[in-house]
């Protein structure tokens, strides 16, 4: 194998995919750019989009027209055509290598999507300064979702380039829309994707991490819920007649005190937060309307429950005291995820052997909340082991911000290191 | 009769009421003083507290064991202990004069209890200076139910003294408790008080009119609700277990900056207030209990009902939004009233015959509320007529001041006035 | 004069307008097609744009970038090239008829902008089945300003067609932009537009009265001021570091609440409002942004004043509490007005002598906030006359609704009445 | 030494204490009984009240009026009069056992105050069946600081008796007034009173810990700073005048509501709480003053002071919003605490000796604040070493709850163990 021939690869695509970020749910050009390259390097068993999907488990998916927006857009900048059609509306891809002797299931996950942020654009930022900034406006890969993508297919190439060294098993390669927002990896197991894995492993770039460092065992992810509450008032001429209007600016403004000021809990970590309000139709009409995106978050699932159901009660009842209706409406959720020790270690013992990092950590904290969750869950109240790992890749800005960039030499580490676990998995 | 004889034993009469001031329900002292008096003028048909009162219909009345310690304080302070036992524990009086020949029934009311105002102990205060200022801690007459009281009982006096001057029907004279916080007179009308009568009169001394002037028509009164709203939370150490708490100070918090923010209505002026907040225990305690006082004002009735119905729902969702219990308790109650014309005419003709008056207004402006509303609406709905009358007085301050005080000689023009009113409308 | 064929252009012009409607400050395809028909109807001293605004006197004024998008598209709507370019990037047009002999001088004010309202698409609305519908989106004549515009320039030609009717003195056309948001009236007059009038005149088709009446006199203008407040805080991840940042969503929703909890004012009629409020940038960030839309009105300008004062003592106070900076823009603002009575009877008897019109009213009653107020004050002022008159119009649907449409014969109504006051004036 | 004697004794004590409970600053009778007790006992150095307190560095004390009060209370409830006198208006004591060899100087501190809180009058609580309840409205020892004072004079009694073995250096007894609110050790150390300690001791009984059990370093005290707000805004008639008024009552309902939502911080736990708010004069008022308490903690002297500076940054700002006037009294302040980990291995070794224990802990995990920070500050700052340890006894309700009662049994034990502490750091 050439890994220099393979980073340069991976690079490319890696670039591409940061060209033309794609947020949740409209990973159609992607995915379909993804399915074309597994079914080029033989991969069988392909599933795409609404074969991997449980539609009803989706949350957070936008309009059917903005969809159809989307996929204009995804194949006017390149996508595969056969394979968006064939995705049926929905995003994300699952492949399979088998070895034809029965073994264990290893499940490899991948997120794709970007997130919904405006990319530096001074020259200071190297994709500006090396062409390959985000072309669709206020998206952007500022989480390094490109990097996983095209890690993915350096392992998908890597995996059958050393496929003879594979003795029995199963690999499956996940690659999960939707990850921003807790959405797509539940949608995924509902959908059975990992209902006959024994193993699962998935890995983030970056964080706090500096290239050359890999972490076997991620803790701390925050269980969480995502919320939009609709308001809906009775609009009235502010100075006419204010008191036949509903107001729903004032009940979304009364809400959103009451949320931040949900008592902290004894038992752990909390967090809540409205991040987005946006209310009224014009400065003389008392607003008829209001939408609050809201999420909470908590050490524990009992923590995040609490606050979640502390939050829906101050919206039913700001609703209440200002007589509107109130939509609610969960678009993302995830849960605490807790690695399974043992299957850390095989996986620390294979990494070290590859004598390509110069430290390996048994555990990293985790800050926020992370979607694989639902997998790591799913595959562990089956009986099986999973661990979420950390590649060190240093980084130019925090996640999220518009300026993050990562060093790309991380890639290759990584995909030496995934492979070189899931090889230790299945010849275990 | 002796006018300046008259005037001078109202004086003294209005200075003793004025010295052992009695708060909305516990008129005990002032009641039976009443009473004793108007027995000895000869009056028959004296009844009192609990003949006068309908119990159901009562709003805004103190503890039992508060209602004790007032009677004690009664006696202690030179109440009649007979008539005090007669009024079993409720107040008010009504006594009645009658020709003996059918003919009008004409209801005149006067109200008798004290503001909870702590009066003004500076020298500058007359009844200070003169040595008849509130014995009672937090009460006293600051609105001049003191005056009205005693002018009751000049009028008593005057119209025995002119009893052979009324050619027919009968003078029903009304003592009223209760009259600051709008809570009186609906149960004395659900007592039946007024259901006989064709004509009925009250007047206020003071406001903004000059002793030597005098109005037949008070208008704009507004209609108002009075409500507690009591918040019972869960308390819970503030630092130890927060989330095992509810806070009913937050909720009360809640709702009075919403309350405030009812829009105004098209059809008139509105008003709202929450004035007085009492929440929690200590510091470092979730606050589990809260207590508001709050109004609300009309210019007209469905503008109060209307501020009314949205405040509980805010009270409503305010409880629903911290999670807390909400007890309401109406505790007081007044309407809209509209004087008749044509008796405001007939008064205004009688008065002007005196020749006591340097100015008659046909009408004068209202602020505030008036408790007398009810007893004026149940006159009219029945077929009879009333009025609302001003009786002017050049005060100290404004009504409910600490260093209210009033121009005592109006006491005189106000007997007077009303004592010839009378007698034009029995002998019409 | 053909009056029929006068109605049918004026309803082929007031067509046009509103098919292309254009918001405040941005009416250069309007602009420039009055200007191109009042030089072809032989108007002298046209002036326009830039000529006619003082642009230090500008409130709410879009960005230099959308004023240059707005240009472009007038032009590409068949705006008149010629006078866009002479307008210099501001619109209004004003222009003058001199009789040549010393005598008064008269304006005319005609309001040319659109409401930002999205018009109904449905076919019961007129202009959707008869073709002239909005082609701007939420953009649309749903105040009758395509009528006002079309109205100005029948009159321009009636006055033409009847010039040597007037004997002596001067008339001016302004056609002013920007009517809405109280923002346009302001500038022209410190451009001194009218300081040359001794009598102004204004109309409003519409509003309550049916087609076929008129009034004078439109009394109770209430005086206003429109407020941006725009709120920075500082954003954070709202997991990872919550402590960090600024919470400008907070601050705008508690400046909110206590912006609709301003007292009312004992002297009259008072309204505030926040209509817009917008926050945020992402649902797991601390809000570092908020804009809040608002305006306050009064029935006199004192209790304008008073309710400005505390809306901005609010906002300052709101920023301290949640550490944010606070920018304050006033969008516009208005006064009260006050038509003068001998110039309404000189009007109200002209029209009388049409006798076209089955009810002429003395005054009629306003609601909301006029522009116009500036000119007639800035003419009261200095020893003119003015008024405000109501052109009674059937219409579909309120003012600023989308489904407003008007009876287009009240225009030519509206042009003979307005012809015959300004000969009365000119002849009187 | 009989220890049979010597705990019939300290209940004896406690319970008279229980009886006559004291509030912070107000411990006038328990500290003159205290000095009487040690002056018989022999102690010399005798310090009280003035002497031992820093005037300057008092916070949340009762207004003079108040303290003449409770010093009268106290001489009647049988305080030692003289000894009142010789305290000057102060409370506290301290004295010292000086062995007259130079060596280590070691401070021991007591807390005597009570709790703000109504005793649970059933007689299913012990102090009510054996008659020793509080004597005092809404005051108990609901915390055991009665314990506390008595096991001091136990401790007292006890090292006079073993007087002999103690080899070298000087023993210092510290009876802290106003632990509750932590006020009292403050304005101690600002009286020097630790200046020349090597050594410090203090000890809580109860918490979590059943009698038989014992804890040498009690972790996670909290750093916390208490605040009282006093808004002062401007009276108006509701309904008559509501604009003149500034609502005292509103802003601080918009403080409460920001302070709970001061967001939380990333480095650790914070606290916060509006535990009381009281506002307002009458139900018609516009509400001219506001009080509110609060109190802020942090597991940080960062967090605390970052909760601190943002909750008056808030009431500042809500002060400003309602155009009021803000005063911030500081009633009370504590700091973290850390005993020296040597210290209290030494603590626990000679704990272990006695051989009296079921169990000792290493270290116990504290909630909430604790005043006797201040000391172990000052005497570690200084280079000496401090630990506070836990002392356990079986307890029948939460501290601070009115059904709070302890097994008295385990003063014996502190005594015994607090002694031995003693003796081995002197003699070590």
Redo the contacts between chains.
């Keep these: 194998m050439d890994f220099r021939e393979l980073e340069r690869e991976m690079i490319r695509t890696r670039r591409d995919f940061h060209r033309y970020p794609e947020a949740a749910w409209t990973e159609f050009r992607t995915s379909s750019i993804i399915a074309e390259r597994l079914e080029r390097l033989g991969y069988k068993n392909l599933r795409v989009g609404r074969q991997v999907i449980n539609p009803d488990a989706v949350m957070g998916r936008p309009s059917e027209d903005e969809i159809s927006e989307h996929i204009k857009r995804a194949v006017m900048q390149g996508g595969n055509l056969g394979w968006i059609k064939e995705m049926n509306r929905y995003t994300g891809v699952t492949a399979e290598l088998d070895t034809g002797v029965p073994g264990p299931v290893l499940a490899l996950r991948f997120d794709i999507d970007c997130v919904?942020?405006c990319e530096d654009e001074s020259s200071e930022h190297r994709p500006v300064r090396e062409n390959f900034a985000s072309m669709n406006t206020n998206l952007a890969h500022a989480c390094g979702h490109d990097a996983h993508a095209a890690m993915g297919l350096g392992i998908a190439e890597m995996l059958i380039a050393r496929e003879s060294f594979l003795k029995r098993g199963k690999i499956k390669l996940i690659f999960q829309p939707a990850e921003e927002?807790c959405r797509g990896a539940y949608a995924m197991t509902q959908a059975g994707i990992v209902d006959d894995a024994d193993y699962f492993l998935a890995m983030h770039i970056g964080g706090a991490l500096p290239t050359g460092t890999f972490g076997v065992n991620s803790l701390g992810y925050?269980a969480t819920t995502?919320l939009d509450a609709k308001f809906t008032g009775v609009p009235a001429?502010?100075?006419?007649?204010?008191?036949?209007?509903r107001?729903a600016?004032?009940a979304?403004?009364?809400?959103?005190?009451?949320i931040?000021?949900i008592?902290?809990?004894?038992?752990g970590?909390?967090?809540?937060?409205?991040?987005?309000?946006?209310?009224?139709?014009?400065?003389?009409?008392?607003?008829p309307n209001?939408l609050m995106?809201?999420?909470v978050?908590g050490s524990t699932q009992e923590i995040s429950d609490?606050a979640c159901s502390?939050a829906v009660?101050?919206l039913?009842?700001?609703?209440?005291?200002?007589?509107t209706d109130l939509e609610l409406i969960k678009t993302g959720e995830s849960l605490t995820a807790q690695g399974n020790e043992d299957l850390a270690q095989l996986a620390a013992q294979a990494v070290k052997n590859l004598n390509i990092f110069d430290f390996i950590f048994d555990s990293t904290k985790a800050?926020?909340?992370e979607d694989a969750a639902w997998f790591m869950h799913r595959v562990q109240e089956r009986g099986g082991k999973a661990t979420y790992m950390a590649l060190g890749s240093t980084i130019t800005a925090?996640h999220?911000n518009g300026s993050f960039d990562l060093d790309e030499r991380a890639m290759l580490y990584g995909v030496r290191a995934m492979t070189a676990i899931a090889e230790a998995i299945l010849n275990n």
């Design positions: 919904e942020v927002g925050m995502k001429h502010a100075a006419g007649s204010p008191s036949s209007g107001n600016l004032l979304a403004a009364s809400a959103a005190l009451a931040h000021s008592p902290p809990h004894s038992a970590k909390m967090r809540v937060n409205v991040g987005v309000l946006q209310a009224g139709t014009g400065r003389n009409v008392i607003a209001a995106k809201l999420e978050r609490y502390r009660e101050i039913n009842g700001a609703s209440v005291m200002y007589g800050g926020g909340s925090p999220h």
